[in-house]
């Protein structure tokens, strides 16, 4: 048994998500289908996921989609309306949940609100921090979040890892385990996060296109050295000066072929963000934070083994990180090369990624061994 998964997952999925500020009430969100929550790349917002989390609930999945540099206690999920209601959650409903988390000290539903806006995507989400002071794991095999990772995970790699830690959490003690799925940077910050806290409950994890590491020190000391330079020239030069010359780089040339709109589109994405909080994330999210790549592939090794499947996608012209799958699949865990996609596989083929997402998550557990 699990260490964080004893409670009856039957029991948890018919509680609404205590502090989520809303929940499905049809059949889009069936119970017995796990949540997936989309963890964005850099640069991005959890707008990005919209075309992935449609095609999901369409079919019946719940998905959540967190912005990773919001910086206030107050963490808004994002999620597509797909033409059904959203009802925000009261004391009650809060009560029927089983109360806090754990992770998660306070009352959260007491400061659940409804969108400003009247947005019925954007909901806010209360994470309320313990006072536990944590680093790495040791031999705590469920670590506990610090106070500073609800509050400015763009602390460290740490405090964004705590935040998805206490995401999983807060989704799965309502829920059920969730399907982590992460792209680019987001897939970085899943994988440390498993690292990290290995004793989440999680039904799978999807990496797209994500670096695991560096392979040693010297790659790590010039993962640092970029990160610095990249950081600096954001705040020298601003967000749009910086895009310019993000777009030319060779991993995002396919995104070339799009079309004008949804080009459009990723542009106003990349520049929702000032350039000193992209430029913290480079500093402090950076892959030179990750574990090493070896270190990477053992954690998600022992996920394959307490049966929670673990799939590594990349785009086929992606030179860099189809590669990585290439190591990935040669260490004994699935891999799979998208045909035709660049580096964004979920934008550039998002029915292709959204099935392979949605097999993963009804995929039964796969036993004490991978198969």
């Known amino acids: 048994m699990r260490g964080e998964e004893s409670a009856a997952p039957e029991e948890r999925r018919k509680a609404p998500a205590a502090g989520l500020g809303w929940r499905k009430e049809s059949v889009a969100g069936r119970p017995e289908k796990a949540p997936i929550i989309l963890l964005h790349g850099f640069a991005q917002t959890p707008a990005s996921w919209d075309g992935v989390a449609r095609i999901l609930q369409g079919q019946g999945w719940r998905t959540y989609a967190p912005n990773l540099f919001e910086p206030e206690s107050g963490l808004a999920l994002r999620a597509c309306d797909c033409g059904e209601e959203l009802t925000a959650l009261g004391d009650a409903a809060h009560d029927r949940a089983g109360g806090p988390t754990g992770d ?64 999983v959490r807060l989704v799965a003690a309502a829920e059920g385990a969730p399907v982590l799925a992460g792209y680019s940077m987001g897939g970085r910050i899943a994988a440390e996060t498993m690292v990290r806290h290995p004793g989440l409950p999680l039904a799978g994890l999807v990496l797209e296109s994500a670096g695991l590491g560096p392979a040693d020190d010297a790659a790590r000391a010039a993962l640092a050295r970029r990160n610095g330079e990249w950081a600096a020239r954001l705040r020298e030069g601003g967000v749009a000066a910086f895009m310019d010359w993000w777009e030319t780089l060779p991993l995002f040339a396919t995104q070339r072929e799009l079309p004008p709109a949804t080009r459009v589109a990723i542009r106003a994405d990349r520049e929702a963000h000032g350039a000193e909080t992209l430029a913290r994330s480079l500093e402090a999210w950076g892959a030179h934070h990750q574990a090493a790549e070896s270190e990477t592939v053992a954690a998600l090794a022992q996920m394959q083994v307490a049966g929670r499947p673990v799939l590594y996608l990349a785009g086929s012209r992606d030179e860099k990180y189809a590669a990585l799958a290439v190591r990935v699949r040669a260490a004994g865990l699935p891999a799979r090369l998208v045909e035709g996609a660049g580096h964004n596989v979920h934008l550039e083929k998002p029915e292709v990624f959204s099935r392979a997402v949605a097999q993963l998550a009804g995929a039964p557990p796969s036993g004490p061994s991978p198969s």
């Open 104 to 167: 998660l000290a306070g009352d959260p539903a007491r400061d659940v609100a409804d969108s400003p806006t009247g947005d019925p995507i954007n909901h806010p989400i209360a994470d309320k921090p313990t006072s536990d002071p944590v680093s790495r794991p040791t031999s705590d095999p469920v670590s506990r979040p610090t106070s500073h990772s609800i509050a400015d995970p763009l602390a460290s790699m740490g405090a964004v890892c705590d935040r998805v830690a206490a995401i």
